[in-house]
């Protein structure tokens, strides 16, 4: 059974940041210092759930909550907001943007037997949130609203389906295929030229082209590359431990790494091919 409530944690809060008796780290932290920490707290939830551990996920819901409460706190020692308007204006936010479940706009109203349109459901949502930033922001492009400071794949992403929602999209994946094939084109001239600030710029594009063609094979980019780096450790690091038992104090020929290499893609996928 718990011991404590939100309420609590929303007090020890204010603990820490009490000027007489509060901790001196917490008292000299601002919006803009706690930033890298709320960024790495969501990254460390999605690496809970991707790698299946749920064990330690509720500990890192709690670290990335305690950031939350940290910014409320910075609101309301500067009157701005508190806590409590937070949550009110986030279920307000939501019970806006979504009619189908509540019907009347109050969270007691219900929909009953009303089917509801997954496609219709979407379509309102999205609706709905562009009229938000438009109030918000005055906004006067569909690009507007999404935050220059997002990881960069992850904001490649919103772009293209942002501009996917007015018709400026590949129809089908092959023809992202093809611009892939002509991005690399690109790269392969302007290193001939040697350019460096061409090829930088073609990468750029390459990469972008990318996560469009994992958009439209329906596949979370920022989601896979992790993956793929959390591969890539795993297989690195049994590298390593062969080729420190082969070979100490002795730099190894790549030839044998790339041996260790397959040695552990095999191991991962015993009846994978090797390539």
Known sequence: MAQYSLQDLLTLMARLR?????????????W??????????????????E????????????DLLFQVVYY????????????????DGLTRKLIRRHPHVFPEGTLESRAGDQKVNELEVK?????????????KQQATSVLDGIPANLPAVTRALKLQKRAARVGFDWGEAYQVLDKLEEELAEIREALAEGNQ?????????????????????????????????????RRFKYVEQQSALNHPNQQVPLETLEGYWQEAKRKESPDAPVT
């Open 123 to 135: 379509n309102t949502w999205e609706t709905l949130k562009a009229e938000e930033r438009k109030v």
């Open 18 to 30: 009490d000027p007489q008796d509060g901790c001196p780290w917490d008292l000299k932290q601002t």
């Open 72 to 87: 409320s706190r910075f609101g309301e020692e500067e009157n701005r907001f508190d806590f409590h308007q937070v949550v």
């Open 197 to 233: 600030a061409a090829v930088a710029d073609e990468v750029g594009d390459f990469l972008f082209a990318s996560v469009n063609l994992a958009r439209h094979l329906k596949v979370d980019p920022e989601a896979a590359v992790r993956s793929t780096n959390r591969k890539f450790e």
């Open 51 to 62: 790698r299946g551990d749920l064990e330690h996920l509720q500990e890192e819901l709690g």
């Open 32 to 49: 803009e210092s706690i930033v890298p920490h709320t960024l790495e707290e969501a990254y460390e939830v999605a690496d809970c759930i």
